[in-house]
Structure formats: C-alpha cells, structure tokens
C-alpha cells in the first residue's frame, strides 16, 4: 500500500501552501467535523504536523498501539509543535532523523521538550539501551492528528466524503498493522482496543497481542503487562 503522506510532503513544498497540514482529500470531512464541534476540546489541529507513527514500523518486533497524538496549549505555546516539525516531515515518510534512534522521542534533545516517552519506556531502556529499545518499538496511531481530547469523526460525514468507516491516513495505519502482524510482532494496545478491533478485526484472536492492565497508564513495565514483559526483553538482547 503506498504512503499517503508522500502526498502531504509534496503540496508542502509547493509554493503557496496553506500550512493546512491534512491531506488534501481529508481536509474537507476535517473541516466539516471542525464546524460541527465547536468545544476546542475536540477540535482537530490542522496546523501541526500530523503524528501518524514514530520508529522503524516496517521492521520494530514491538508495536505499541496508540488512539491519537495529543494536543495542548503550554506546548503550542512554547513553540513545540514547530520545532519538531521538521523531524515529522521526515518521519512521515519513513526517513529516521537519527538511524540509531529511529523511536526518536528517546533523543536526549526531544526528550527535554517532552519526555513523556522516556518515562513511559523507562523499565526497558533501565536495562538495556536507548538504541536497542529504539530499534525494537515502533507506535502507530489509530488517528493521526492532534487533538487535545479524542472523538471519533462521524460515520455519516466519512460516508458522505466517500471514505466508508476511516480517513485514507487511517488505513495506511491499519496496513502497517497488518504487516507487524504477518511478522509475528508483540503488539501492545494501550487505547481504546474496542475501535482498533473493528478496524483490524484480526487484531482480537492474534496470539501475540497483549493489553495493558492499565488503561491510564501506558508505562511498558512488568506490572502493567506481566506477560508480555519478558518476551519484550528477549527482543531486547
């Protein structure tokens, strides 16, 4: 399946954008649920560069599976959502901006920015290597774009655009799902695993799919997923 976000990169660097960062074809339900929710809350952020999936997804033996990447203000206004901006262009395209370091929220520079990652990944990188915990785990996002609060784009919006039940970017996800189960991949669902079921309905009765015990907490320890643990570490060594 081809990278829909090459197209994003490509009408970037056309003169004249808009620095609307939605793929052309889904800006118009984006816009539609945008007008339709007026709480902020909701709102879906079109001038920040999407967060699809960060790591090596075509080739990471974990994969964390997340519901959107999250949006708030003290970070818009420190500036953090351009600063990164660059290093998204890149990642959206499968281009690691370190190659040693393709999870790159565990860089020493991103992580004083946000370091949310580097806690959550804490119990793994404690006995290994940044490098190692970031060639091996991978994310990807049930939805791509940045909102403060998540809520689910209507059916009837998606049916009216012609999309059926996901945004074209939403499928691109689903198909490197699918391709980490074919290789047998520990798969970890930390949101909303009802929504990434009926997306992937293979998803449910996959061997080697593991759940937090958390729903809050996404930290990959012991604790939170017991049996899937070790196996992470194996792939650690």
Same mark, same amino acid.
């Given at each position: 399946?081809?990278?829909?976000?090459?197209?994003?990169?490509?009408?970037?660097?056309?003169?004249?954008?808009?620095?609307?960062?939605?793929?052309?074809?889904?800006?118009?339900?984006?816009?539609?649920?945008?007008?339709?929710?007026?709480?902020?809350?909701?709102?879906?952020?079109?001038?920040?560069?999407?967060?699809?999936?960060?790591?090596?997804?075509?080739?990471?033996?974990?994969?964390?599976?997340?519901?959107?990447?999250?949006?708030?203000?003290?970070?818009?206004?420190?500036?953090?959502?351009?600063?990164?901006?660059?290093?998204?262009?890149?990642?959206?395209?499968?281009?690691?901006?370190?190659?040693?370091?393709?999870?790159?929220?565990?860089?020493?520079?991103?992580?004083?920015?946000?370091?949310?990652?580097?806690?959550?990944?804490?119990?793994?990188?404690?006995?290994?290597?940044?490098?190692?915990?970031?060639?091996?785990?991978?994310?990807?996002?049930?939805?791509?774009?940045?909102?403060?609060?998540?809520?689910?784009?209507?059916?009837?919006?998606? *049916?009216?655009?012609?999309?059926?039940?996901?945004?074209?970017?939403?499928?691109?996800?689903?198909?490197?799902?699918?391709?980490?189960?074919?290789?047998?991949?520990?798969?970890?669902? *930390?949101?909303?695993?009802?929504?990434?079921?009926?997306?992937?309905?293979?998803?449910?009765?996959?061997?080697?799919?593991?759940? *937090?015990?958390?729903?809050?907490?996404?930290?990959?320890?012991?604790?939170?997923?017991?049996?899937?643990?070790?196996?992470?570490?194996?792939?650690?060594?």
């Amino acid at each position: 399946m081809e990278n829909p976000w090459k197209k994003l990169i490509e009408e970037i660097n056309e003169e004249g954008f808009n620095k609307n960062y939605v793929l052309k074809e889904e800006q118009s339900i984006v816009e539609k649920f945008n007008q339709k929710n007026n709480n902020d809350l909701f709102k879906i952020h079109t001038e920040i560069m999407p967060a699809p999936f960060m790591g090596d997804v075509d080739k990471a033996p974990v994969v964390i599976l997340m519901l959107n990447p999250g949006y708030t203000t003290e970070e818009d206004r420190v500036g953090y959502y351009n600063k990164y901006k660059d290093w998204w262009k890149m990642e959206i395209q499968h281009i690691h901006k370190f190659p040693d370091l393709p999870l790159f929220c565990l860089d020493e520079e991103y992580g004083k920015s946000s370091d949310y990652w580097i806690k959550k990944l804490k119990p793994l990188t404690s006995v290994s290597s940044n490098e190692k915990v970031a060639r091996s785990i991978c994310k990807i996002q049930f939805f791509p774009y940045h909102t403060e609060k998540y809520k689910n784009i209507y059916s009837n919006l998606l *049916t009216e655009e012609g999309f059926g039940d996901y945004l074209p970017s939403q499928k691109y996800n689903f198909h490197l799902v699918k391709n980490a189960i074919n290789r047998n991949a520990i798969i970890i669902i *930390t949101r909303s695993k009802k929504m990434w079921f009926k997306a992937i309905p293979e998803l449910e009765n996959y061997g080697n799919l593991f759940l *937090t015990n958390s729903y809050l907490n996404t930290i990959i320890s012991e604790n939170n997923l017991p049996k899937a643990f070790p196996k992470i570490l194996e792939k650690l060594k």
